[in-house]
């Protein structure tokens, strides 16, 4: 196993000190490869030190100018700094030098979401669930994206689909509850809401929901 691999692997297990150690070694024996540049700038991310990394992310990209992953991860650094626009034109960034995964198209689309740009973000949040079929969180939010279009129909779909894959996922029955009550399905809202606090207790959206029907029953 080489320095990366075993960086790599001790990152999974949360021992960031020995990771960045095996990370330095392998700049240390490579220092023209953008690869461990960009897993030391993830252990740095992981421990907080973002603008450390950023150096470490700016150092493979210029090494290599097509380092998709350096574009990803600089992206996910300005999207948890809630620097929205910086973090798209990353994932832009990435995509076009050729990193089409699911998590690249799935953060894309987030960005522009977050910049209030649902539209512009239904086609990349739409690829992520193509690439993610069994992701949750995937389908949850190209729902609510929809839902927010006012594609009603085509976010009880995908809101479905991520319940489907988790049963638990509370504030997609409650969004699912939102949408069967746009439909004026009292019925299907009322369920959605009561799953959903039944996931999670406290859910207040859900609680005030489920009150909503139950009230207009009542009339």
């Given at each position: 196993?080489?320095?990366?691999q075993?960086?790599?692997?001790?990152?999974?297990?949360?021992?960031w000190?020995e990771?960045?150690?095996?990370?330095?070694?392998?700049?240390?024996?490579?220092?023209?490869?953008?690869?461990?540049?960009?897993?030391?700038?993830?252990?740095?991310?992981?421990v907080?030190?973002?603008?450390?990394?950023?150096?470490?992310?700016?150092?493979?990209?210029?090494?290599?100018?097509?380092?998709t992953a350096?574009?990803?991860?600089?992206?996910?650094?300005?999207?948890?700094?809630?620097?929205?626009?910086?973090?798209?034109?990353?994932?832009?960034?990435?995509?076009?030098k050729?990193?089409?995964?699911?998590?690249?198209y799935f953060?894309l689309?987030?960005?522009?979401?977050?910049?209030?740009?649902?539209r512009?973000?239904?086609?990349?949040?739409q690829?992520?669930?193509?690439?993610?079929?069994?992701?949750?969180e995937?389908h949850?939010?190209?729902?609510?994206c929809?839902?927010?279009?006012?594609f009603?129909?085509?976010a009880?779909t995908?809101?479905?689909k991520?319940?489907q894959?988790?049963p638990?996922?509370?504030?997609?029955?409650?969004?699912?509850?939102?949408?069967y009550?746009?439909k004026e399905?009292?019925?299907k809202a009322?369920?959605?809401?009561?799953?959903?606090i039944?996931v999670?207790p406290?859910?207040?959206?859900?609680g005030h929901?489920k009150?909503?029907?139950?009230?207009?029953?009542?009339q």
């Open positions: 196993m080489d320095k990366n075993a960086g790599i692997q001790l990152m999974k297990e949360g021992k000190e990771a960045a150690q095996a990370f330095m070694e392998a700049i240390d024996a490579k220092p023209a490869d953008p690869v461990a540049y960009i897993n030391f700038g993830n252990v740095l991310t992981a907080g030190d973002t603008d450390r990394a950023l150096n470490f992310y700016n150092k493979a990209i210029n090494l290599d100018e097509n380092a350096a574009y990803y991860s600089k992206g996910g650094v300005y999207y948890d700094a809630q620097n929205f626009e910086e973090a798209k034109n990353m994932f832009e960034l990435a995509m076009k050729g990193l089409e995964t699911g998590d690249n953060m689309g987030m960005s522009l979401a977050q910049m209030g740009n649902s512009l973000a239904l086609p990349y949040l690829r992520s669930t193509e690439l993610l079929e069994d992701d949750a995937a949850f939010q190209y729902g609510l929809l839902a927010r279009e006012g009603i129909d085509e009880i995908s809101l479905g991520a319940v894959f988790d638990e996922h509370a504030d997609a029955l409650y969004n699912l509850g939102v949408a009550g746009f399905d009292g019925e009322l369920e959605m809401f009561n799953r959903a039944e999670q406290d859910h207040l959206l859900a929901g009150k909503l029907i139950e009230g207009q029953d009542l």
